[in-house]
């Protein structure tokens, strides 16, 4: 046989043990499950809940069709959608505050990226009717500007057309925050002594998020799939940005000199130390141009993992839920594993240049980890178990919003490659290739003649 399968099943079956033993320990822990439920009485429910979807669509599902389009160089369309964007999102920053339920004001953070997402879009769309000739404020008040631009756009265009991406690109991630941080200000979460938390669970499940999408785009398109083995292995990358991060959450995480140690300094940075340990590792071994694949991004993604499920939180819901993440990211670590050993075998891809389907599980369980994490917030979760629900309810549901993410990533990559003429396998044949297509016809009409033959 060509593949080994017998790894892959067994670590499914490692995992489903993991996950029913931690299902047996955990139903010891169910205290205050039948306590008294909390009274919650949100002010305007339903109206908060549509402004919420309609700033999800406009805001953050939106930006990113519309920098899908962008980066296939449909310029005209995502000026289109950047107006959209724009009236709406001013139509916000006026009128529609996502206001508490104690005070009813929005918090300054939330406030504070609306602001910060419309002056972005409105930059964008000067830099995009700049370049193609309609800003009015330059044609009205620097006409000459404005026609050399139109006259010599081969000279400036380059550097202005990557500037609109790049703004495009990082207007979808601010919608991402934008529609997260919106949760947070309805429920007024966040104040207080739980600031620290909540920036921790917001920005590394986010990170968490983001390298979901990174692995989800080197997995789908085709040319980097299919790239040039004289180049450093994707590791090499992930083994610097794990360095950097780790670098960062050891001298963050506690005030070094400045205050005692708590069970969660030692925690965190410990993960740290971990992180950049392991990286350095990383790098050296995967530091020559020849495409060498490395295990040690993954197997911090396991200790960390490990590291996360055995953390006792100050309830049994917060206790379950940061252990299924650590269980999920363990997932993300071991699957990683195998699709490099035993189903790639050290390669970029596969010998016939197709996605494999055990290779979509990195990247999802990588999502899952993310949503999770930001999910595992201590109000959030002080609220989940005050309406009556349990850890085994909330991780569902916040598994259900994973695969959601998850496809939206999916959608966004294989928009874009059909935007340029491609689909996941190379270009896309009835458009890029047309004797292809003239082919399949012929060899129909030559089984039927003879069939007729016969």
Same mark, same amino acid.
């Given at each position: 046989m060509r593949r080994l399968q017998f790894p892959g099943v067994a670590m499914v079956t490692v995992l489903a043990m993991m996950l029913i033993t931690r299902g047996v320990l955990a139903d010891g822990g169910m205290e205050g499950m039948d306590d008294p439920r909390v009274e919650y009485h949100p002010i305007n429910p339903g109206s908060k809940t549509f402004h919420w979807l309609m700033s999800v669509a406009l805001l953050f599902l939106l930006p990113s069709i519309s920098a899908a389009f962008l980066l296939a160089d449909k310029q005209h369309w995502s000026l289109m959608f950047h107006f959209v964007l724009l009236g709406y999102s001013v139509f916000e920053w006026m009128f529609l505050p996502f206001a508490d339920n104690t005070d009813n004001h929005e918090n300054k953070t939330s406030r504070g990226t609306s602001t910060f997402i419309t002056l972005l879009l409105a930059a964008n769309i000067f830099i995009g009717t700049f370049m193609n000739g309609s800003n009015w404020i330059m044609n009205r008040f620097f006409p000459s500007a404005a026609g050399s631009s139109l006259n010599n756009g081969n000279a400036n265009s380059g550097v202005l057309c990557k500037v609109f991406k790049t703004l495009s690109v990082i207007i979808a991630l601010t919608g991402w925050v934008r529609v997260c941080l919106a949760v947070v200000a309805l429920f007024g979460f966040c104040y207080d002594k739980h600031t620290g938390q909540c920036i921790a669970h917001g920005i590394m499940g986010t990170a968490f998020v983001f390298y979901a999408m990174v692995l989800t785009i080197v997995l789908i398109i085709p040319w980097i799939r299919k790239r040039d083995t004289n180049r450093r292995s994707q590791e090499f990358y992930d083994s610097v940005v794990m360095c950097a991060w780790g670098i960062v959450n050891t001298f963050t995480e506690h005030r070094w000199g400045k205050e005692g140690w708590s069970m969660g300094d030692y925690q965190h940075t410990a993960m740290g130390i971990i992180w950049w340990a392991g990286a350095l590792v990383g790098v050296f071994l995967t530091r020559k141009k020849n495409n060498h694949r490395s295990l040690i991004p993954a197997l911090l993604l396991i200790f960390t993992g490990w590291s996360m499920s055995q953390h006792h939180q100050h309830s049994a819901i917060s206790t379950n839920v940061h252990a299924f993440f650590g269980i999920a990211l363990m997932s993300a670590g071991f699957t990683r594993v195998i699709e490099i050993?035993?189903?790639?075998?050290? *390669?970029?891809?596969?010998? +016939?240049? *197709?996605?494999?389907?055990?290779? &979509?599980?990195?990247?999802?369980?990588?999502?899952? +980890?993310?949503?999770?994490?930001?999910?595992?917030?201590?109000?959030?979760?002080?609220?989940? $178990?005050?309406?009556? +629900?349990?850890? +085994? %309810? &909330?991780? $569902?549901?916040?598994?259900? %919003?994973?695969?959601?993410?998850?496809?939206?990533?999916?959608?966004?990559?294989?928009? &874009?490659?059909?935007?340029?003429?491609?689909?996941?396998?190379?270009?896309?044949?009835?458009? %890029?290739?047309?004797?292809n297509e003239y082919n399949r016809v012929n060899d129909v009409q030559e089984f039927e003649l003879e069939n007729m033959s016969d």
């Amino acid at each position: 046989m060509r593949r080994l399968q017998f790894p892959g099943v067994a670590m499914v079956t490692v995992l489903a043990m993991m996950l029913i033993t931690r299902g047996v320990l955990a139903d010891g822990g169910m205290e205050g499950m039948d306590d008294p439920r909390v009274e919650y009485h949100p002010i305007n429910p339903g109206s908060k809940t549509f402004h919420w979807l309609m700033s999800v669509a406009l805001l953050f599902l939106l930006p990113s069709i519309s920098a899908a389009f962008l980066l296939a160089d449909k310029q005209h369309w995502s000026l289109m959608f950047h107006f959209v964007l724009l009236g709406y999102s001013v139509f916000e920053w006026m009128f529609l505050p996502f206001a508490d339920n104690t005070d009813n004001h929005e918090n300054k953070t939330s406030r504070g990226t609306s602001t910060f997402i419309t002056l972005l879009l409105a930059a964008n769309i000067f830099i995009g009717t700049f370049m193609n000739g309609s800003n009015w404020i330059m044609n009205r008040f620097f006409p000459s500007a404005a026609g050399s631009s139109l006259n010599n756009g081969n000279a400036n265009s380059g550097v202005l057309c990557k500037v609109f991406k790049t703004l495009s690109v990082i207007i979808a991630l601010t919608g991402w925050v934008r529609v997260c941080l919106a949760v947070v200000a309805l429920f007024g979460f966040c104040y207080d002594k739980h600031t620290g938390q909540c920036i921790a669970h917001g920005i590394m499940g986010t990170a968490f998020v983001f390298y979901a999408m990174v692995l989800t785009i080197v997995l789908i398109i085709p040319w980097i799939r299919k790239r040039d083995t004289n180049r450093r292995s994707q590791e090499f990358y992930d083994s610097v940005v794990m360095c950097a991060w780790g670098i960062v959450n050891t001298f963050t995480e506690h005030r070094w000199g400045k205050e005692g140690w708590s069970m969660g300094d030692y925690q965190h940075t410990a993960m740290g130390i971990i992180w950049w340990a392991g990286a350095l590792v990383g790098v050296f071994l995967t530091r020559k141009k020849n495409n060498h694949r490395s295990l040690i991004p993954a197997l911090l993604l396991i200790f960390t993992g490990w590291s996360m499920s055995q953390h006792h939180q100050h309830s049994a819901i917060s206790t379950n839920v940061h252990a299924f993440f650590g269980i999920a990211l363990m997932s993300a670590g071991f699957t990683r594993v195998i699709e490099i050993c035993f189903i790639l075998h050290d *390669k970029n891809c596969d010998d +016939s240049g *197709k996605i494999l389907a055990f290779q &979509y599980m990195p990247p999802f369980f990588m999502t899952l +980890s993310g949503i999770l994490f930001m999910a595992a917030n201590e109000e959030q979760l002080e609220l989940a $178990l005050g309406l009556g +629900s349990d850890h +085994s %309810a &909330y991780i $569902l549901v916040g598994t259900a %919003a994973a695969f959601v993410v998850f496809l939206w990533l999916l959608l966004m990559v294989n928009l &874009y490659l059909r935007l340029v003429g491609f689909d996941e396998d190379g270009p896309f044949q009835p458009i %890029a290739i047309n004797g292809n297509e003239y082919n399949r016809v012929n060899d129909v009409q030559e089984f039927e003649l003879e069939n007729m033959s016969d």
